[in-house]
Nanobody, 124 residues
Framework: VQLQASGGGLVQAGGSLRLSCAAS????????IGWFRQAPGKEREFVSA????????YYADSVKGRFTISRDNAKNTVYLQMNSLKPEDTAVYYC??????????????????WGQGTLVTVSS
């Protein structure tokens, strides 16, 4: 499984970005997908996750109501729409995959495959 995250960039506070996570080398709908982020000097943290069908989604409290995760299995892609961005959202964002046999999880250790990360910078 190869994952490629993209869509990061520089945006002003209050703005929006949409991240994409494109998968290859797998049956995409066999995997739940999670988004994580890591700010400078901090540990990687859970942001959001979606199950294999797109029917169940999960969010960290810090992004609930501002971020929306979705997936298009025909395009092997998961999206993270980020609205009302804040400076504290600045981080490298990673997508990751784990087998659909268990529910999507916020635990980093449960994810088997990781993308390379895309940088999101929110200026105040």
């Amino acid at each position: 499984v190869q994952l490629q995250a993209s869509g990061g960039g520089l945006v002003q506070a209050g703005g929006s970005l949409r991240l994409s996570c494109a998968a290859s080398g797998c049956s995409f709908d066999d995997y739940n997908i999670g988004w994580f982020r890591q700010a400078p000097g901090k540990e990687r943290e859970f942001v959001s996750a979606i199950d294999w069908s797109g029917g169940s989604t999960y969010y960290a409290d810090s992004v609930k109501g501002r971020f929306t995760i979705s997936r298009d299995n025909a395009k092997n892609t998961v999206y993270l729409q980020m609205n009302s961005l804040k400076p504290e959202d600045t981080a490298v964002y990673y997508c990751a995959a784990h087998d659909y046999g268990v529910a999507p999880t916020p635990l980093l250790s449960e994810y088997d495959y990781w993308g390379q990360g895309t940088l999101v910078t929110v200026s105040s």
